[in-house]
């Protein structure tokens, strides 16, 4: 499985970005993986942002309650990140990730993830 994110760019503080992340090669089981979205700032460890789940529970960094949306759409094998109301700290490397799982539990640390994409860049501007 590879993916592939997009929709990055730079923005003003308070406005919105929504960011893809798209699997292609063997994804018919894209619907048993969860998914989680990272962040990768100047001079901090990779954070987790969002993740979701098989069954669609999904998990937040409390950074970003409240103002970002994770969500999937297993039959375009996608998942997105909807970003609302940004600041000047969410400029990041932005990347995704997916985790086969035979359960529904979501995972949100960087170690639970083997799979990755490249990372798009979120700049917010002050």
Known sequence: VQLQASGG???QAGGSLTLSCAASGRTYTFSRYCMGWFRHAPGK???SVAAIG????TYYADSVKGRFTISRDNAKKTVFLQMDSLKPEDTAVYYCAARPSIVTAIYYSVSDYGLWGQGTQ???SS
């Open 9 to 11: 760019g730079l923005v």
């Open 45 to 47: 460890e990779r954070d």
């Open 54 to 57: 098989r069954s669609g529970d």
């Open 122 to 124: 979120v700049t917010v």
